[in-house]
Every structure is written in C-alpha cells, then in structure tokens.
Nanobody
Framework: VQLAESGGGSVQAGGSLRLSCASS????????VAWFRQAPGKEREKVSS????????WYAYSVKGRFTISRDNAKNTVYLQMTFLKPEDTAMYYC???????????????WGQGTQVTVSS
C-alpha cells in the first residue's frame, strides 16, 4: 500500500489547513485510515481515524471539535480538516492504514512520508 500525504504548511493560530492522504485503490475496502502526528522529542500520537466501509470516526480529545476526518472513496483519499489550529498542533502529520483502528502506531504497517504542519502564535 502506498500512501501520500499533502496539504501541510505554516499558519497562524486560529487558522485552518486540510490534509489529504491519497492511497492505492486496493485499501478502500474494510480498512482503517488513521492520522498520527509527531512533534520533535515526543511520541507519535493518534489524532483521528476513519473506517473506509462504515465511516465510523474517532478523534483524540485534544482535537475533538476542531478537526474533521472524512473520506472520498472515489478519489481513494482521506482528508483531515483542521480548524482553530493551535501552536501545540505543530507536528509532522502522517497517515497510516490497518485492518482496524488501533491506537498504537506499532500496529499500522503502511505509512506515508508525512506532511509538516507549523502553527505560530
């Protein structure tokens, strides 16, 4: 499975960005696509996830109400709409795929290269 993230950038606090995760067509049946982020010196943490067949979603408490995950199966793409961004959202953001929406990054076998999000105060 090949994954490619895009959409990162630098914004001021309160701004918005939309990240995209494009993938091989074969994963868009009964898979979980998750977004993780990793800031310098910190562990990789799960931000959000979505099941491609049910659209069931999950959000970390820190982003709930500000981030929205969605999918477009026709385009083989999962999006992460990020609003009201805070400096603490600054990190490298990765998408990953697994058969279930695990919380541990160790259980995801396929990763993209990441896209940097920088939020200034």
């Amino acid at each position: 499975v090949q994954l490619a993230e895009s959409g990162g950038g630098s914004v001021q606090a309160g701004g918005s960005l939309r990240l995209s995760c494009a993938s091989s067509p074969s994963i868009y049946r009964d898979y979980c696509v998750a977004w993780f982020r990793q800031a310098p010196g910190k562990e990789r943490e799960k931000v959000s996830s979505i099941y491609t067949h049910t659209s069931e979603t999950w959000y970390a408490y820190s982003v709930k109400g500000r981030f929205t995950i969605s999918r477009d199966n026709a385009k083989n793409t999962v999006y992460l709409q990020m609003t009201f961004l805070k400096p603490e959202d600054t990190a490298m953001y990765y998408c990953a795929v697994a058969r279930s929406c695990y919380n541990s990054p160790d259980l995801y076998g396929d990763w993209g290269q990441g896209t940097q999000v920088t939020v200034s105060s």
